[in-house]
């Protein structure tokens, strides 16, 4: 049973860090791309950034620079550190894995106030 549960989400304020957790179970975690996804109220889900089984990384334009994607295979986790942070970030952030056709988190919030 393939399991992603997100953690870290809050409230911040503009200018402030965050860091996402993502712990994986369920599927060879060290073999798959990962991802972090995120849909604001309103909005469809969009990419922030993805992080291939070898190590390879790619972000949306609107985060790059401010955000950086991670795992650690040995924990079955992938990180999304978020820096410099803006009130349009403010959304429910969702992990992804490619593994069997796709399966999403749960979701968590974030909220940056201005």
């Known amino acids: 049973q393939v399991q992603l549960v997100e953690s870290g989400g809050g409230l911040v304020q503009a200018g402030g860090s965050l860091k996402l957790s993502c712990a994986a179970s369920?599927?060879?975690?060290?073999?798959?791309?990962m991802g972090w996804y995120r849909q604001a109220p309103g909005k469809q889900r969009e990419l922030v950034a993805v992080i291939a089984s070898d190590g390879y990384t790619n972000y949306n334009g609107p985060v790059k620079g401010r955000f950086t994607i991670s795992r650690d295979n040995a924990k079955n986790t992938v990180y999304l550190q978020m820096n410099s942070l803006k009130p349009e970030d403010t959304a429910v952030y969702y992990c992804?894995?490619?593994?069997?056709?796709?399966?999403w988190g749960q979701g968590t919030q974030v909220t940056v106030s201005s």
């Open positions: 369920g599927f060879i975690f060290s073999a798959r791309d």
């Open positions: 992804y894995t490619n593994y069997g056709g796709g399966y």
